[in-house]
């Protein structure tokens, strides 16, 4: 079953809400990520659960079925897929693909993502460190932490980000952060949680607590 550019912009956006352990996601949070009303919300809701794709009950919240999360992760994967083509091969920079990528996933063509799959060499994380789902749906995760959690003396690679807006990645990109950066922890600003870190044994640089709330490290 096909479904409209819009229906697949609620599936993807229940699912990622849905993603931190929420069982059921309300109306309201929903209209916040589309930035729509909240009577718009629940008219789609209806819509997507009379296609069982999703579990909903009027005032106590929406959760997506086993066919809505397949449809989810198809979405995704497309999206990460064409992040990465863009990336590696018509050298984007990374806080440039988002935009592009969100009108790309909604190709529909299977074959299409499977022949984008196989010339990118099967990838399994996008340049934001991203896991790309299989085309069955199955996603590989990698042990990672928030370089907020750790401690001084902590090290690590950078494996990927919590936030890939284009402001943020330009940030790291000013810094000279990127995926496969090492950071070593020299010390914690108790007064704000800010960090001094050491950026690839060379640099000494300050993050702020909201930037390290946003860079994964290797675990």
């Avoid at 309201?28 to 009950?57: C, F, G």
């Avoid at 999206?79 to 440039?96: A, G, M, P, Q, S």
């Avoid at 932490?145 to 750790?150: I, T």
């Avoid at 950026?199 to 909201?210: A, D, I, R």
């Amino acid at each position: 079953m096909s479904h409209s550019y819009t229906e697949e912009n609620y599936i993807k956006a229940i699912y990622k809400l849905s993603a931190n352990g929420t069982q059921e996601v309300n109306t309201n949070a929903i209209a916040e990520v589309l930035e729509t009303k909240a009577a718009s919300v629940t008219d789609m809701l209806r819509k997507l659960s009379a296609k069982d794709i999703v579990n909903y009950v009027k005032y106590k919240g929406v959760s997506l079925t086993s066919e809505g999360e397949r449809v989810a992760l198809q979405i995704i994967r497309k999206h990460r897929l064409w992040e990465t083509f863009l990336v590696e091969k018509l050298k984007f920079n990374w806080d440039e693909v988002h935009e592009v990528a969100e009108e790309l996933e909604h190709i529909s063509s299977t074959l299409l993502t499977r022949r984008l799959d196989e010339f990118l060499g099967y990838p399994t994380y996008d340049p934001h460190g991203d896991p790309i789902p299989s085309e069955t749906g199955e996603i590989k995760l990698k042990k990672q932490q928030l370089l907020a959690e750790l401690q001084v003396g902590d090290e690590g690679k950078v494996v990927g980000v919590n936030d890939s807006q284009p402001l943020f990645l330009q940030y790291l990109d000013k810094l000279g952060i990127g995926l496969g950066s090492h950071i070593s922890i020299t010390d914690k600003i108790p007064y704000d949680n800010s960090l001094e870190i050491l950026l690839n044994g060379k640099k000494q640089l300050l993050l702020s607590s909201e930037a390290t709330r946003n860079i994964f490290l290797s675990a």
